[in-house]
């Protein structure tokens, strides 16, 4: 697994809790786990903006685009200073899920699948000072 790289899980909803009957607001897309080298990150770690809430399982939403994630996934990239940012389906995460057989498996193809957004401006290695003082 790449060190200091982030993983976001998405998945599609549709969202059935409009204002009134003849409202459809539509599938949406929201971040339902965060990946680090670590293991798991705790999605509250990350900042979310205004316009997303995180929802009563811990996702981050809704987004109405891939797109939209990519642009929250690049924030977060920079926010946690990772390298590169790995947007996976649910899908994909759950058949990988399934098909691997040892924990470095896993890693190596989960950096492989889904899309990757590099962070044009990786975090700075601190000189002894700023170490110091950190």
């Known amino acids: 697994m790449e060190n200091n ?3 976001l899980i998405y998945n599609l909803k549709t969202n ?6 003849n409202e459809f607001l539509g599938p949406k897309y929201y971040v ?23 929802t009563q399982h811990n996702e981050v939403g809704p987004f109405d685009s891939v797109e939209a994630i990519q642009q ?3 924030q977060a990239c920079e926010e946690v ?3 590169k940012g790995h947007l996976i389906s649910v899908n994909e ?14 890693w190596r ?26």
């Open 5 to 7: 790289d982030l993983y």
């Open 16 to 21: 059935f809790e409009a204002q009134n009957e």
């Open 32 to 54: 339902v786990r965060g990946l680090d080298s670590e293991g798991p990150l705790a999605l509250e770690k990350l900042k979310v903006s205004q316009t997303l809430v995180k």
């Open 72 to 74: 929250y996934m690049y």
């Open 81 to 83: 200073e990772a390298k």
């Open 93 to 106: 995460y759950n058949q990988l899920l399934e098909q691997s057989n040892d924990p470095q498996e896993f």
């Open 109 to 134: 193809t989960l950096s492989q699948i889904g899309q990757t957004i590099e962070n044009l401006e990786p975090p700075k290695k601190k000189n002894f000072l700023g170490n110091l003082f950190s």
